[in-house]
C-alpha cells in the first residue's frame, strides 16, 4: 500500500475527511517553503500538494501563476526543489504529491524524473495537462516505483470517461469542482454533489475535490456531500505570499488548523460562516 493510500484508509478508519493544502516552491523562497511544509504538517494537514514553478501553467489561477512566476524570477530550478524534498520530508508525517506540468517531465525523461522524485521522498503526482489517453507510461512507471499518479475528473466529463478515469487513477481520484482553472471562488457548484454521488457508484477509490475551495464553509460542504478530501490551494499561497516570510508561516498554520476544524466538527462546533480571517476577497 502506498503512502497516500495508506493515509486515506486511516481517515477513513476514523472517519475523517483529509485536508490537502497546496503551496507553490520557491515562492517567497525555498527555505521557506521548507519551513511551510513543516508547519503545515504540524497544523493538521493530512497530504501536501507541492506545486512546481512552471512557465505556462495552463490549469493555474491568477494567485498561483502570480507566485509561480515570482518563484521563476528568483531562479527556483526543478533540481532545487527536489533537493530541498529529499532533506525536508524525513521529517514529515504529511505524504507530498508533486503538482507539475507533463513537459518538464518529459524533457527530463520519464524514468529519470521519477527517480528523482521518489528519491527525494515524494508519494504522489498530478499532472494537470496530462490526458488519460496518454497517461499509461507514466502510469505504469511510477506505479513500479511506489509512486501515485492521480487523475483529474472535469465536470464535463463523460459518464464513459469518469468510469475510465476512475479505473486508472493512483492514489485517489482529483474531482475538479469547476470548468476552469484553480483560484478563489464565492461558493461551490452543486453539481459537484452529483459527481461525486457518480464516481461513488463505480469505485470505492477516495475522491478529492479541488478548484475553487477558499474558505471553511466550501471545505465543509463539500466533505458533507462525501468527498473524503478537500483540496485547498489558492487561498494557502495568498496567505503565504503577504507580509514577511514569518507572518504569511503563521497566517497558513491558522487557517490549516481552521479547515481541519471545519471538515471534521459538528455544526454544532467552530461557526465557519463568521470568521472573517478565514474569508478571502
Known amino acids: 500500500m502506498t503512502a497516500i493510500s495508506d493515509r486515506f484508509q486511516t481517515l477513513r ?4 475527511c483529509a485536508l490537502i493544502p497546496f503551496i507553490t516552491a520557491g515562492d517567497p523562497d525555498l527555505a521557506t517553503t521548507a519551513a511551510a511544509l513543516a508547519t503545515l504538517d504540524r497544523s493538521g494537514a493530512d497530504i501536501i500538494e507541492l506545486g512546481v514553478p512552471y512557465s505556462d501553467p495552463l490549469a493555474d489561477g491568477p494567485v498561483i501563476q502570480a507566485a509561480a512566476t515570482r518563484a521563476l524570477q528568483r531562479g527556483t530550478t526543478l533540481d532545487q526543489v527536489l533537493e530541498m524534498l529529499q532533506a525536508t520530508t524525513p521529517s514529515l508525517r504529511s505524504p507530498i504529491i508533486l503538482f507539475t506540468y507533463y513537459n518538464p517531465i518529459l524533457h527530463r525523461g520519464i524514468e529519470k524524473f521519477l527517480q528523482q522524485v521518489a528519491t527525494a521522498g515524494v508519494a504522489g503526482l498530478v499532472v494537470p495537462d496530462l490526458p488519460l489517453e496518454e497517461a499509461g507510461g507514466l502510469l505504469q512507471s511510477a506505479q513500479n516505483l511506489g509512486i501515485d499518479l492521480t487523475l483529474l475528473v472535469a465536470p ?38 452529483d459527481l461525486l454521488n457518480q464516481i461513488r457508484e463505480i469505485t470505492e477509490k477516495p475522491i478529492g475535490v479541488g478548484f475553487g475551495i477558499s474558505q471553511l464553509d466550501q471545505a465543509r460542504q463539500v ?13 494557502f499561497v495568498k496567505r503565504l505570499a503577504e507580509g ?38
Open 13 to 16: 478508519q476514523n472517519r475523517e
Open 156 to 193: 464535463t466529463s463523460s459518464a464513459e470517461r469518469i468510469k475510465a478515469i476512475a479505473h486508472s487513477s493512483q492514489g485517489f481520484i482529483y474531482l475538479v469542482s469547476v470548468t476552469g482553472v484553480t483560484g478563489m471562488r464565492s461558493q461551490i457548484e452543486t453539481r459537484v454533489s
Open 223 to 235: 466533505k458533507e456531500w462525501g468527498a473524503d478530501a478537500a483540496i485547498v490551494g489558492s487561498a
Open 244 to 281: 514577511t516570510p514569518e507572518q504569511g508561516l503563521s497566517a497558513i498554520a491558522q487557517f490549516c488548523q481552521n479547515l481541519k476544524a471545519a471538515i471534521n466538527t459538528s455544526d454544532n462546533g467552530i461557526n465557519t460562516q463568521t470568521n472573517h480571517s478565514d474569508k478571502v476577497d
